[in-house]
């Protein structure tokens, strides 16, 4: 009869049907898979397709062998057409070997001289030069090699710190990581970690603090021996005994290096050969730590100002041992108070006897 099915062909129809559920999921999943891949794929072509604004020239050449000679020759920068410019007329020249403060209020253009010294943007008018040569005619790869940076906000992959450190220098040795590492004075910290420097840094791992990202970073940057040193407020981060810590090995390793210095505090750019101090772009002081304090400008100004701050800290915590001591007094009072009552209280209970 019409409709009928036998034993046999529901037992098969019923497998038949088990057996196609999973192509089936399968499927839905593949196609599911290649809509996301096709999508991450769009976004990752809208990058690649970007043609970036600073690129190398045809004729560009290769800065070989640095000696890491910095100059500024009448700099004006602006980032945008008919924006304010961030730099104007700025001039320095930093020798081989030389440090170069600088000093600025916020917003006064101290990332914007590290910017075009590593040409991020190159400058509107006047030259940076390299040893002589115009930034915008040598080659990305041999300008930013010649150089150690260390941005203002540092940024680290979810890798371990060992990989963070190498990824400017794949080739360095362990032992050039080690000693990058006591440099930027974070090595005891590290070797604490369970895995020192394997230990996963980001979303997997561990998350660093503000002072610690920085010296992985300032590692990083001085972990293949650049001719030009570029800290961008790089110790902002870190208490100032540490900071004094980390300057004192810095000395050593920066001695034969150029090096740019942008700070907020001075105590970061007392040292330095020469210090530039900007005001809305414009450099309005220049001269050594005793030069600028004798020009009683801003630089006189910032510094008395931390001077200040640096001396009522210390009279803050001086007050609070005392406030300790007073209160391991008051308490060591009470003890004996205590005691003396305890003993009064006998003696009252000895004479009620
Ligand atoms: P801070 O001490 O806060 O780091 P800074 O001295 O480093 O300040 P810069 O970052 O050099 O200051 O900025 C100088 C000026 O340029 C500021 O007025 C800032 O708003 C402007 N500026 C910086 N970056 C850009 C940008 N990408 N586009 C437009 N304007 C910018
Ligand atoms: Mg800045």
Known sequence: MLGDITTGDLVAFTSYLGILTWPMIAMGWVVNVLQR????????????????????????????EPRGEVEF??????????????????????????????????????????????????????????????????????????????????????????????????????????????????????????????TLVGERGVTLSGGQKQRVAIARALVHAPAIVVLDDALSSVDTATEERIQQELKGALENR???????????????????????????????????VAQKGLYANIYERQLLETAMEDSDSAEEQTDGEQQADREEQTDRKQQTDGKQQTDGEQQTE
Do not use: W
């Open 73 to 198: 020759r009448g700099v004006t920068f602006s980032y945008a057409e008919g924006l304010e410019p961030a730099l104007a007329d700025v001039s320095f020249t930093v020798p081989r070997g030389h440090t170069l403060g600088v000093l600025g209020r916020t917003g006064s253009g101290k990332s914007t001289v590290c910017n075009l010294l590593l040409r991020i943007h190159e400058a509107t008018e006047g030259q940076v030069l390299i040893d002589g040569n115009d930034v915008t005619g040598l080659t990305l790869s041999s300008l930013r090699g010649a150089i150690g940076y260390v941005p203002q906000d540092t940024f680290l992959f979810s890798d371990t710190i060992r990989e963070n450190i190498r990824f400017g220098a794949p080739e360095a040795s362990d032992e050039r990581v080690t000693e990058a590492v006591r440099i930027a004075g974070i090595l005891d910290e590290i070797e604490s970690f369970p895995d020192g420097l394997d």
């Open 258 to 292: 150029t090096s740019v210095i942008v700070s907020h505090r001075i105590s970061s750019i007392k040292h330095a050969d020469e210090t530039i101090v900007l005001d809305e772009g414009r450099i309005v002081e220049r001269g050594t730590h005793e030069e600028l």
């Open 37 to 64: 891949g096709a999508a991450s794929m769009g976004r990752i072509n809208r990058i690649l397709e970007v043609t970036p604004e600073i690129a190398d020239h045809e004729n560009a050449v290769e800065l070989a």
